[in-house]
Structure formats: C-alpha cells, structure tokens
C-alpha cells in the first residue's frame, strides 16, 4: 500500500536545518519524486509543535502513506531501498559497505564541528575562532574525503553521487563559510557538490527565508 503513497519530507529552515538537508538533498539529486513542507523552527518554544508529526520531536520526518519515519540516515535509507534507479548507494557491495561506513561516522560524529560551526547557508565567509576538537574533526575530515575520492577518482566521494555525499553537504557549508579548510581536494569535491542543481535549489529556497535563529548565528 504505501508503494503508491506519495513520499512526504518534512523539514525545517533550509537556512539551517542540517539534519534535514542531507535526505532532501539525496532525494532530489537522487532524482525521486516527494513532496516538502518546511515547519520553521521555533527555538524559544522548544520546537514542541514538532511533536504535532515527529515522534522524537526533530526534524526531518519522512511520510509514506501509513509510515512515518524519523532519523535521516534511516530516511535514506528507505528511500534508496524504494528507488533503487536512483543509485544512492553505490552498487558494489564492498564500495557501499565503505559508503555506509562514512554515512554511519558523520551520522555519529563530529560534534564540536556541529556545535561549534552550525550549517549556515546564507553566512558571509568568515574564519572563526575554533577548538582543537573541532581543528581534529576537520583534519578527520579530511582524510576521509581524501581517501575516497582518491579510490573512485570523484567526482564525488563514491564516483557518482550518493547518499554519503548528501550526508557530507552540510559540511561543505561548514568548511566553506568558516574558512575552516584549504586543501585543494575539499575545494575540487566541495565545487562539484556546490554544483549540482539541488543544491542550488535548496540555497536559493534558504535565501529566500524570512526566519533568523539567533543561537545558529556563530
Ligand atoms: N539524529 C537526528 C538528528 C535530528 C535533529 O537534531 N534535528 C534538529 C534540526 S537539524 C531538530 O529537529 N532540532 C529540534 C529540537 O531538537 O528541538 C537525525 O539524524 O535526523
């Protein structure tokens, strides 16, 4: 039944909403048809209205007919489950074991880069000071983006566009708008994400909002 359902994301400010720009993205660089709607923020109430459609009061939730599910990486995961066309784990098992891998660690980790530098869609490039936390999650970083773009050659991490690229986007916000990394790779692969029309789209829509939250405003 939920096969013919409509696919519904709903997500917050795309100005800031880092959580829920990485299965947006997915989806509509992955090609699959859904349908948004964006709930702003309401940080002085808690976001207690998110509660009104996410069990665990954050954002994104995913809406599929009868099922409603949260967490991003489980998101993207059912949704390349659903579309298989849309190529959004690589299909070489040990390459989308690798892909998994770096999904799962940017999924769990790196919280002083996360807490410290929010995605910003519409900051003005700025350097900021920064912890040694954060300067060795940068380094991590890195690394891992080097290591993979070395393997498949990119443009992306795994070759063409996957779920772990859309898992790293809000990152290339963060390095770009902190000025938080120059190495040529991070340049090239943040180029070639920066690049694809779904970002811009969701760029645009984010410059277009009304809403400021002050607290993300570093
Ligand atoms: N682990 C969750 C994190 C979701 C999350 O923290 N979302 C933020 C927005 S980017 C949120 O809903 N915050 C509202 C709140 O905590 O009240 C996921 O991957 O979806």
Redesign the pocket.
């Given at each position: 039944m939920n096969e013919s359902a409509d696919l519904h994301l709903i997500i917050?400010n795309k100005n800031?909403?880092?959580?829920?720009?990485?299965?947006w993205l997915a989806m509509a660089a992955g090609g699959v048809e859904f349908r948004e709607t964006v709930v702003p923020?309401d940080?002085p109430n808690?976001?207690q209205h998110?509660l009104e459609f996410?069990p665990?009061?954050?954002?994104?939730v995913l809406q599929h007919g009868d099922l409603t599910l949260?967490?991003?990486?489980?998101?993207m995961e059912y949704v390349a489950d659903l579309n298989p066309q849309a190529g959004l784990w690589p299909e070489d098992v040990v390459e989308r074991g690798k892909a998994r891998a770096v999904s799962h660690e940017m999924?769990g980790g790196f919280s002083a880069l996360r807490a410290e530098c929010p995605?910003n869609m519409r900051r003005k490039i700025g350097a900021i000071a920064v912890s040694d936390a954060v300067r060795a999650d940068v380094a991590r970083i890195e690394t891992v983006w080097a290591e993979c773009l070395e393997a498949s050659g990119g443009p992306f991490l795994f070759g063409q566009f996957s779920n772990a690229d859309a898992m790293y986007a809000p990152v290339v916000n963060r390095f770009e708008v902190y000025a938080l990394s120059s190495a040529p790779h991070v340049e090239a692969y943040s180029k070639a994400t920066k690049a694809l029309p779904a970002w811009q789209k969701w760029e645009e829509a984010s410059r277009a909002e009304p809403w400021v939250v002050e607290e993300e405003e570093v």
């Amino acid at each position: 039944m939920n096969e013919s359902a409509d696919l519904h994301l709903i997500i917050a400010n795309k100005n800031y909403s880092s959580w829920s720009f990485r299965p947006w993205l997915a989806m509509a660089a992955g090609g699959v048809e859904f349908r948004e709607t964006v709930v702003p923020f309401d940080e002085p109430n808690h976001n207690q209205h998110f509660l009104e459609f996410s069990p665990s009061k954050k954002v994104p939730v995913l809406q599929h007919g009868d099922l409603t599910l949260w967490e991003s990486l489980a998101i993207m995961e059912y949704v390349a489950d659903l579309n298989p066309q849309a190529g959004l784990w690589p299909e070489d098992v040990v390459e989308r074991g690798k892909a998994r891998a770096v999904s799962h660690e940017m999924h769990g980790g790196f919280s002083a880069l996360r807490a410290e530098c929010p995605m910003n869609m519409r900051r003005k490039i700025g350097a900021i000071a920064v912890s040694d936390a954060v300067r060795a999650d940068v380094a991590r970083i890195e690394t891992v983006w080097a290591e993979c773009l070395e393997a498949s050659g990119g443009p992306f991490l795994f070759g063409q566009f996957s779920n772990a690229d859309a898992m790293y986007a809000p990152v290339v916000n963060r390095f770009e708008v902190y000025a938080l990394s120059s190495a040529p790779h991070v340049e090239a692969y943040s180029k070639a994400t920066k690049a694809l029309p779904a970002w811009q789209k969701w760029e645009e829509a984010s410059r277009a909002e009304p809403w400021v939250v002050e607290e993300e405003e570093v």
